[in-house]
């Protein structure tokens, strides 16, 4: 049922609403009472709450001002136009034309648009306020949007799809009118403005209205004049009661639609809030009266409903309400009954909902029921459920995206959002995944739609950015253009063109650089000079990218020059040859244009040619170059048809004829050959030139030889040889036949043919023939040449030694019987056969132990045992071969064992032997025989036992053995084991067991007796452990009886109670209260107040108490107490003092707090008082308090100690820090055994302790130190923790990234917790120290150090170790460490030391380190204690000894750079002071270069550890110690070169400004680079160890590699110059050498060699490089002042007039050598410009003056 359109305000509202209308049918007086009650609680509600939000978030529209312009984001429609603003006015109108609309109403129609809500004289004063609040449709304001179009779709059934996406609430609060009727009342109204884009509504909502004596207007006007409406009653006085009217049944609302001119205001009239029933419902005329028992019938009525909602505000939700009728048709005056129907709405939160058919629902299921009653009281119910479901979209994070190459667009791919809380997806958005976007950032918004009108929203931004550089079009080449002068020559380019993806204009800057000026210009010419232009165009768009065309245009000098005369022979049997050369060589240009008389590879005859060159350029120049071709011939004659070697054959020694055709002879010239003959022979031969002669045995040489007309000879020789030949046989041959074959395969060695080499033999038989049994002769004939025949044979004879074969030969076999009786066995007689094909004779035999009947033929009987069967065939020659096998006739069935004893286990109580009996196993075998059986008794010890069942044992295993071995040795055992075992019984040990405190009894428990020596236990007792036992002692006995023997074992033990005295307080006159802890009776007890700290007995009782013993019953009881003196008062009280004082639990609290204040006002940190307070510490433990507050006192004082430590920039002493750590450990651990969880957090330490259910680790268990919430991004200082704090998690996953520590326990910590802690919680503490101030390991000078903090995991009574899963602990990474640094980083654990050397230190068993990304630095460890990570300090190497070589490098550079600064300064004194040391070149060279060096060595020295963590300063610093690091090298680059130019080079060179342009060189070009450096890597010169730019990139490009190109410069010209003067010649050997060292150390001094030690430093080398880097570089001060100031004359001779002064008249002579000078300088001034005399211009020359500059000083 709907009360004035609002649902029941409160639950006992509702509830009494409900059980008004169940009992509305009764119609009585006191039910109408309590329906007006309702319906006035409701109607107050409903008008409480007629007023949307408004307030916060709204904007107010100020005093002073009629109207406020507010602009709208969005189009809304009023009635025939759109408006983008409107204007809030303080006297109740909303005008959209016109700011000023007047004070006092008008009637309507109007000439302009406006709303009038309450149009009348409003006094905008400050009692009230006027505002108004923009609504966009975000998430947060989904409840007031669905309150809105709630309202809404009641009223427009036609639109119940409406979705605002805007609204305006303007509210008019508390405003007084400037002419009320009455004193004191104020009005309240409000305006909603409504619209999707398309619709719009007004709702007017009015809560309090006052009456104006003027006229007051409600409605609107469109402003054309004739489109308006206005509540009745406006303009008079009854426009007042429109608070309690409405045309949409609310009172007090009213709402209008404002978007068309067919308007809908006049909406109706609230309706009645329920029908009355006629009195005239029957006729009671009628006297048949009917009863009617059945119930209404429902129709229409609603399914359960699922719709889609948000947990933020309601859902609208309609429906067809069920339609109730009654059963009977009509009633007595023919009209149709009514049902009357009660309405109801549950649900866990208040929901809005309506009999009607709508309501609005929040997330959850609501039941609507609809409850029909007829006349007649019968009752019918439709009941359902709607369920709100809440969904939520989440959108995918930001995408961020270049363009796709060559275009202003990129298509984009994203993940639909996820719609959480409903299965079905219907989204819409602005843009699809895969769309493509352009360069800028959009917005991508996505809509769900569900069927309930409800739409979510979600939106991710797509930023598109340009990344690509424009393109460059038609770039030109480089090209090189030549010339053969030093003038300029012209040349021309097209331009590139520049283009960008973006489609916009490319910005292109232009430039031409080149040694020497040019003209060049941007539109593509220029002229250019000898050497290299480049020309660059630098392309930029509008997103800043660049790009690039550059080309190099190269002008150059050009030469050709050809290649050297050739001589050449001919070509092999030719008059002429092919002549390959070298093209020439042009100098100065790369590309060849050759053409020539002749190329490379042409025929050239015998004789000279000049071949000659020309090549041509495009400026038409050419040049020429030639050269001689000689060609010569050294080709011998061709022999033609020159006879070969012959060999002729003879068996007789008389020569033999032999002619051959003479050799023709030719040459390449074509000219005739002079041929001469000869023939040499060991005996006398006749031959002829023609090619005829006789020749005896032996050799003979024929030589033809033929020489050309240029001398080439050529020969022709040949021999002729004669020899004796012979031919032997092989001897005669005997073979057996082949396997199986009456033949056999011969083969044999050919004859031997002696005398000759190459045979030709023809044979009767060949090697390899096959011969049948038999002898055969073989013949061989050798044919020669010259028809000689030799012939030999032999006899081959082949035998018969292979036996015959035997086929079928049966195999071996068992036959098995169970009788003695003879079996028959029948077999396959086997076949013989020979090779030879001829039968064989076959002998037969049986063998066998007893008498067998067997046949030939294959068949017999045979007795148990073996019978061998055999076959004997032999073949004519007498070959046998035999066929024999086995026939065994076999018993394979063993003997029966029956009644084999088991193993038995006997029981004794002492060593001796004990008797033992069994019944002997019987054996039986099947063939009725008896079996032989063998007894055996093996034991450790010596026993006796019997194979008819009997024996006696010792203590141990005796095995008992019996083996049956029957006729045919199958075998059976029967094997047992004797076993005797010592017993014993042993009974526990119980200490005395204490009572509760005031009872005289107590339940004792311990452990059963331990049987020894035996599995089971059968105990009896006198009392079992958990009895329950009175004050005094009782013996226990247990009994332990053996079945076996019936042994018998007895143990007894005493249990004693004592009683206790119950925790007591009494009153003493001088200490006040005193409390009494519960004592044991007979023992004295001390009060738990103990004297204060500042008296003379601090920690002592005040009093003491005895807890007397008594007889039973009363056992105990307490004494009086006895007061003791604290003594006198202590005015001050100290660290040492307090360590002798006792600490109780009592006192513990003052003593922990004293020391937490003490170490707070004091920063001592001495080892002494550090001690002292680690002492009081461990007594504090000692007296196990796990108060919470005493706790958190030990953790401030440890805390404070740290601070102390730090300030005093010292460290902690190795034992004592060590102890610390301890007593805080255990100092946690006795608060969390107490029931105390612990969460403390001081600046260098926090401490978090806590009890869980085991179950809940069972994932794990996590504790991490992470940084607040309020510390935004700010990380901890190190050495602090400030900003962070400790949480822990049940789920590793939950463990925030940015940790500064964390340790993870692993899921398997359940594995190893003991039984006992399955219903008790896990007590787990976690400690964070903010570095390893109190871990210190007592070593000195360590190479490793702690990266950050140390944290501490412990779990009470568990010990971890050993863990199958490791506990994992992650670190974050230490801030300014290179990668170097973060690759030493090993994971540890602190090692307390043992109690000899309590010093503990790091190690690394059972931890490793994981991967993990570079943010941080995670470790296994199988085991829980401290860990940290420790990390190698940069360039500090640990020697064999444990100590580091880091101070001494220091003190040597710290020396070396004073004395440096000392001997520098005095030399640029020295130099300065003197005109004649500091004129010309080479001196003002060296004055730079010492000036250099010297603010080098300062800066170095006072900045470069000092200005350390002064951020600015330190940058500061390190930036100058680069540029003037370089600068120093600068100028040792321009010394070398200017050394290099006065000794090296014939002729000096004299640059104009040569000093100018050197000082902007050695200064400026070191600036440059430190600025693009520290411009480009500004953090690499902030380094919290010195000041100085940082190992990386910036180091390595700007300091190191123009420090090596520079020395690199410097080592070739230091080689060049020694070199020049060691040509120098002096008077003597030793001088020579003397002068040379000398020379040596100086030039290495000033060109810095020595920087070279540095690039040498590396692996094993490391230390003896740094030591002698830091020892020559940092005195090269010193060397430098030595070398050109106190060892050189001419500064001796410059400043000896000046120590003369010093010396105030007396002699002060200096070591000046007068015969050196002259010869130097004599020399140059005679031959200063020749080879030869240029080098003697020495080291003196080359840094005081040139040789020049040395011989205008002469003269």
Not at 738 to 755: F, K, Q
Request: net charge negative; charged share 15%.
């Amino acid at each position: 049922m709907d009360y004035g359109g609002q649902s029941c305000p409160n639950e006992f509202i509702q509830r009494l609403c409900v059980f008004i209308e169940s009992r509305i049918m009764a119609s009585s007086p006191m039910t109408i009472l309590l329906l007006a009650v309702c319906l006035l609680v409701t109607a107050s509600n409903a008008q409480d709450d007629i007023l949307f939000p408004f307030g916060e978030g709204s904007s107010l529209v100020p005093y002073g001002y009629v109207c406020t312009k507010v602009s709208i984001p969005i189009s809304f429609p009023f009635f025939v136009q759109n408006y983008t603003s409107l204007y809030v006015c303080h006297h109740g109108v909303i005008s959209f034309s016109q700011q000023n609309v007047g004070d006092h109403a008008q009637a309507f129609p109007l000439g302009f648009p406006l709303l009038a809500v309450y149009w009348s004289h409003i006094r905008p004063t400050s009692q009230g306020n006027v505002t108004y609040r923009q609504l966009h449709r975000i998430s947060s304001d989904e409840a007031i949007f669905d309150r809105a179009e709630t309202v809404i779709r009641r009223a427009f059934g036609s639109h119940l799809q409406f979705k605002a996406s805007w609204m305006l609430i303007a509210t008019w609060f508390n405003n007084t009118l400037s002419h009320p009727r009455g004193q004191g009342t104020t009005s309240t109204f409000q305006a909603v403005l409504v619209t999707d884009g398309d619709l719009s509504f007004a709702i007017y909502n009015f809560k309090e209205l006052a009456q104006d004596l003027f006229q007051t207007q409600v409605g609107y006007d469109a402003g054309d004049g004739t489109t308006y409406y206005s509540v009745p009653g406006s303009m008079t006085d009854q426009i007042y009661s429109i608070i309690n009217a409405t045309n949409i049944g609310t009172r007090g609302r009213w709402l209008f639609r404002t978007d068309t001119q067919d308007t809908e205001h006049d909406l109706g009239i609230t309706a009645p809030l329920f029908d009355s029933y006629s009195s005239n419902d029957y006729d009671s005329s009628s006297s048949d009266i009917t009863f009617d028992t059945e119930p209404p019938t429902i129709n229409n009525c609603p399914t359960d409903v699922i719709i889609p909602g948000l947990s933020t505000r309601p859902v609208s939700y309609t429906w067809s309400p069920p339609f109730f009728s009654d059963s009977s048709d009509r009633s007595f005056n023919n009209s149709y009954r009514s049902v009357v129907v009660v309405f109801g709405c549950l649900a866990s939160v208040s929901n809005e909902c309506h009999q009607d058919g709508y309501g609005t629902f929040s997330v959850g299921d609501t039941e609507v029921m609809y409850n029909g009653t007829d006349k007649s009281g019968n009752q019918n119910f439709c009941n359902f459920t709607i369920t709100v479901k809440e969904v939520n979209l989440v959108c995918p994070l930001n995408i961020t995206l270049p363009t796709e190459a060559g275009s202003d667009t990129t298509r984009v791919n994203w993940t639909e959002p996820v719609l959480t809380g409903w299965d079905e997806t219907n989204f819409t958005s602005t843009a699809q995944s895969g769309d493509v976007f352009r360069i800028g950032s959009q917005r991508v918004t996505y809509h769900q739609r569900f069927a309930s009108s409800l739409i979510l929203t979600c939106s991710f931004e797509i930023v598109i950015v340009d990344v690509e550089p424009p393109t460059v079009k038609d770039c030109p080449s480089d090209v090189t253009l030549f010339i053969n002068s030093t003038n300029q020559i012209p040349h021309s380019w097209v331009a590139p063109v520049f283009s960008d993806n973006s489609g916009q204009s490319v910005v292109v800057v232009f430039g031409c650089l080149a040694t020497v000026s040019n003209d060049c210009h941007q539109d593509g010419y220029g002229t250019f000079s000898v050497g290299d232009t480049k020309v660059t165009y630098n392309g930029t768009d509008k997103s800043g990218n660049l790009n690039f065309c550059n080309f190099t245009v190269t002008v150059k000098e050009v030469n050709l020059v050809c290649p050297l005369n050739l001589t050449l022979p001919t070509e092999a049997g030719s008059n002429t040859t092919r002549v390959n050369w070298t093209e020439p060589v042009l100098t100065g240009w790369d590309e060849t244009n050759f053409t020539s008389t002749a190329q490379s590879g042409d025929v050239f005859r015998i004789g000279s040619q000049r071949v000659t060159y020309h090549q041509r350029f495009a400026s038409g120049q050419i040049l020429t170059c030639s050269f001689e071709i000689n060609v010569v011939d050294v080709e011998p004659p061709t022999v033609k048809d020159c006879p070969s070697d012959v060999t002729l054959f003879t068996n007789s020694p008389n020569q033999i004829p032999y002619s051959w055709i003479p050799p023709s002879f030719d040459d390449n010239s074509g000219q005739s050959l002079d041929v001469v003959f000869g023939c040499l022979a060991t005996v006398s031969d006749k031959c002829h030139q023609d090619g005829n002669g006789t020749f005896s045995v032996g050799d003979t040489e024929v030589m033809y030889n033929g020489t050309d007309a240029s001398g080439n000879q050529n020969f022709c020789n040949f021999t002729i040889t004669v020899k004796e030949v012979n031919l032997v046989c092989p001897l005669n041959i005997t073979l057996p036949t082949e396997a199986g074959s009456n033949t056999t395969r011969v083969n044999w060695t050919e004859p031997v043919l002696t005398g000759w080499d190459e045979t030709n033999f023809t044979s009767s038989a060949q090697s390899g023939d096959v011969f049948p049994i038999g002898s055969q002769r073989v013949t061989y004939h050798q044919r020669f040449a010259s028809s000689l025949i030799l012939t030999c044979s032999f006899e081959i004879v082949i035998v018969d030694v292979e036996p015959p074969t035997v086929k079928d030969c049966p195999s071996d076999v068992t036959l098995f019987t169970n009788s003695t009786n003879q079996i028959p066995h029948s077999w396959v007689a086997p076949v013989f056969s020979d090779n030879s094909g001829q039968s064989v004779a076959v002998l037969f035999g049986c063998l066998a132990t007893v008498s067998n009947d067997c046949h030939r033929d294959g068949n017999g009987t045979f007795s148990v045992g073996d019978t061998e069967v055999t076959y004997n065939g032999t073949d004519r020659s007498g070959n046998q071969n035999f066929c024999n096998f086995t026939v065994t006739v076999k018993d394979t069935t063993p003997p029966w064992v029956e009644q084999c004893p088991d193993d038995v286990t006997i029981p004794t109580r002492l060593a001796d032997q004990v008797g033992y009996t069994w019944v002997p196993p019987v054996f039986s075998d099947n063939s009725g025989q008896p079996v032989d059986v063998v007894f055996g008794c093996l034991a450790t010890v010596s026993n006796e036992c019997h194979q008819d069942g009997n024996g006696t044992f010792s203590v141990g295993d005796t095995e008992v053995m019996y083996n049956g071995t029957d006729r045919s040795v199958n075998q059976n055992f029967c094997n047992f084991t004797v076993t005797v075992t010592e017993v014993g019984l042993t009974c526990p040990v119980l200490e005395v067991v204490p009572a509760s405190p005031g009872e005289n009894s107590s339940s004792v428990f311990w452990k059963d007796p331990d049987v020894t020596g035996w599995d089971g236990s059968n105990f009896t007792s006198t009392a079992k452990s958990g009895d329950v036992f009175e004050i005094g002692t009782r013996n226990v006995t247990y009994d332990q009886w053996f079945g076996v023997n019936n042994l018998q074992l007895t143990c007894s033990f005493n249990v004693s109670v004592v009683g206790q005295c119950v925790n007591d307080k009494t009153n003493d006159t001088r200490h006040g209260d005193l409390s009494w802890l519960a004592t044991i009776a007979g023992t004295e007890a001390k009060s738990v107040q103990r004297c204060e700290l500042q008296t003379k007995k601090a920690g002592h009782p005040k009093a003491t108490r005895n807890c007397s013993t008594a007889a039973s019953p009363l056992y105990f009881s307490w004494e009086d107490h006895v007061g003791q003196s604290c003594g006198e008062s202590e005015d001050t009280i100290s660290v040492e003092q307090v360590v002798e004082v006792p600490v109780s639990a009592g006192n513990a609290k003052e003593v922990a707090v004293f020391l937490s204040k003490q170490t707070f006002s004091s920063s001592d940190s001495s080892d002494d008082n550090v001690e002292d307070i680690s002492t009081i510490l461990d007594n504090i433990v000692k007296a196990e308090s796990g108060d919470v507050e005493v706790t958190e006192a030990v953790i401030q004082t440890v805390a404070n100690v740290i601070t102390n430590v730090q300030e005093s920039q010292g460290t902690a002493d190795s034992t004592t820090s060590s102890a610390i750590v301890k007593s805080v450990e255990q100092q946690v651990s006795l608060t969390l055994q107490q029931g105390g969880n612990v969460s403390i957090q001081q600046e260098t330490i926090h401490v978090k302790a806590v009890s869980i259910d085991p179950q809940k680790a069972s994932n794990g268990f996590s504790f991490a130190s992470v940084q607040q919430e309020s510390a935004g991004s700010r990380s901890p200082q190190e050495g602090s923790l400030d900003g962070t704090e400790v949480k822990t998690f049940t789920n590793a996953s939950e463990v925030p990234k940015d940790v500064v520590a964390s340790i993870q326990l692993p899921a398997s910590i359940l594995d190893h917790l003991p039984p006992a802690f399955a219903n008790a919680s896990l007590k787990i503490s976690f400690i964070v120290y903010a570095d390893d101030t109190l871990f210190q390991t007592g070593v000195k000078n360590l190479t490793s150090k702690v990266a950050g903090s140390v944290v501490s995991l412990a779990v009470e009574g568990v010990e971890l170790k050993n863990l199958t899963d490791p506990v994992v602990i992650d670190f974050k990474t230490p801030t300014n460490a290179s990668e170097e640094d973060l690759d030493t980083i090993q994971c540890t654990f602190w090692e307390f030391g043992s109690e000899e050397d309590e010093a503990g230190s790091w190690s690394t068993d059972g931890c490793k380190r994981a991967d993990t990304p570079t943010d941080k630095v995670s470790c296994e460890c199988n085991h829980a204690t401290n860990f940290a990570i420790l990390m190698d300090v940069k360039g500090q190497k640990r020697t064999d000894d444990g100590l580091s070589f880091t101070p001494a490098l220091d003190l040597i550079s710290q020396i070396g750079g004073a004395l440096s600064v000392i001997a520098l300064s005095l030399t640029l004194v020295i130099y300065l002071s003197i005109r004649k040391l500091r004129t010309g070149k080479s001196r003002q060279i060296f004055i730079h270069f010492c000036f250099s060096l010297l603010l080098l060595y300062l800066v170095f020295l006072a900045g470069v550890d000092n200005a350390r963590g002064s951020g600015g300063g330190c940058v500061f610093v390190g930036a100058l110690l680069h540029y003037l690091t370089l600068t120093t090298m600068m100028w040792m680059a321009v010394e070398a070169r200017n050394m290099y130019v006065s000794t090296v080079k014939v002729f000096p060179e004299d640059t104009p400004l040569y000093m100018v342009k050197a000082g902007l060189l050695a200064w400026g070009s070191p600036f440059i680079l430190l600025i693009i450096t520290l411009s480009a890597a500004t953090d690499s010169y902030r380094n919290e160890h010195y000041c100085f730019i940082s190992p990386g990139l910036a180091m390595y490009l700007g300091l190191l590699t123009p420090i090596a190109l520079i020395l690199l410069h410097n080592v070739i010209t230091f080689i060049l110059v020694m070199r020049s003067l060691l040509k120098v010649k002096e008077a003597s050997r030793s001088e020579q050498i003397t002068k040379r060292l000398q020379n040596a150390v100086g030039i290495s001094a000033l060109m810095g060699l020595t920087w070279c030690f540095g690039f040498l430093a590396i692996e094993g080398a490391t230390f003896a490089f740094q030591l002698l880097f830091c020892l020559f570089n940092s005195l090269q001060g010193v060397l430098v002042g030595v070398m050109f100031c106190a060892r050189r004359e001419e500064v001796r001779v410059a400043i000896a007039p000046y120590l003369r002064r010093i010396c105030c008249g007396r002699e002060c002579r200096l070591p000046i050598h007068r015969d050196e000078k002259p010869t130097s300088l004599t020399t140059s001034q005679t031959a200063p410009n020749t080879m030869s005399t240029a080098p003697t211009t020495n080291l003196d020359i080359s840094v005081s003056a040139s040789p020049r500059e040395a011989e205008t000083e002469i003269r």
